[in-house]
């Protein structure tokens, strides 16, 4: 399958600060994903990243708070706005190439907030 | 609201012997099942998915069990080795889609040397 390089890999943010992630994607993908994996936690779908579009977010999470990009099929962008310490989680970014393939994932983004 | 539970949180099985992961679903409209495999510091991998229309999935030595009359999933690993420990995660989407899944909150398998 596709590899998708994500980063920053880590990061310490100060709160009320904003983080911007990255992935990129080796190749041409139809839809990609972002989750939130809170301490402890499963892994939670934020939104699909529609490309050329909005994204679709899903319940509890809106566009004010993580606003997100999908320029072309190959790469995405997920910001986390007016930070506090509730939004320290991995963050996770995934792929899919086609319509019956498995998602693939991000290695994801450790984010601390302080 | 859990659609997908992952009752144990931790399991250590010895080398060599059987591991069973089980997962239980609360949502009918799943159809769709997959179980990735996590290491600290990467995101999750694909290991192995069933659809509803099967009742089993064998992948070398993983074999996924599906029984939607209790919505009930079961991974085994046999035999288990050391690297097979990590974090797996049950997951679970409808449509058939492979894509916007709802996951568990994983079971920390530690096979023993």
């Known amino acids: 399958s596709a590899v998708i390089s994500q980063k920053p890999s880590r990061d310490i943010c100060q709160r009320g600060t904003s983080l911007t992630i990255q992935c990129q994607v080796d190749?041409?993908?139809?839809?990609m994903f972002w989750y939130r994996q809170q301490p402890g936690q499963s892994l939670t779908l934020i939104a699909t990243?529609?490309?050329?579009?909005?994204?679709?977010?899903e319940s509890g999470f809106v566009i004010d708070k993580f606003p997100i990009s999908r320029p072309n099929l190959t790469f995405s962008t997920l910001t986390v706005s007016n930070m506090s310490p509730e939004d320290s989680s991995i963050y996770l970014c995934?792929?899919?190439?086609?319509?019956?393939?498995?998602?693939?994932f991000g290695q994801g983004t450790r984010l601390t907030v302080v | 609201d859990q659609q997908v539970k992952q009752n144990s949180p931790s399991l250590s099985v010895q080398e060599g012997r059987i591991s069973i992961l089980n997962c239980d679903y609360t949502n009918s409209m799943f159809d769709y099942f997959l179980w990735y495999k996590k290491y600290p510091a990467e995101g999750p991998t694909f290991l192995i998915s069933?659809?509803?229309?099967?009742d089993k999935n064998e992948d070398g030595r993983f074999t996924v069990f599906l029984n939607k009359s209790a919505k009930h999933l079961s991974l085994h690993i046999v035999p288990s080795q050391p690297g097979d420990s990590a974090v797996y995660f049950c997951a679970a989407s409808a449509g058939f889609s492979a894509r916007q899944l709802t996951f568990g909150s994983g079971t920390q398998l530690t096979v023993l040397p």
């Open positions: 069933i659809s509803s229309i099967k």
């Open positions: 190749s041409q993908v139809t839809m």
């Open positions: 995934s792929g899919a190439e086609g319509t019956n393939t498995e998602a693939f």
């Open positions: 990243a529609n490309q050329g579009s909005e994204a679709t977010y």
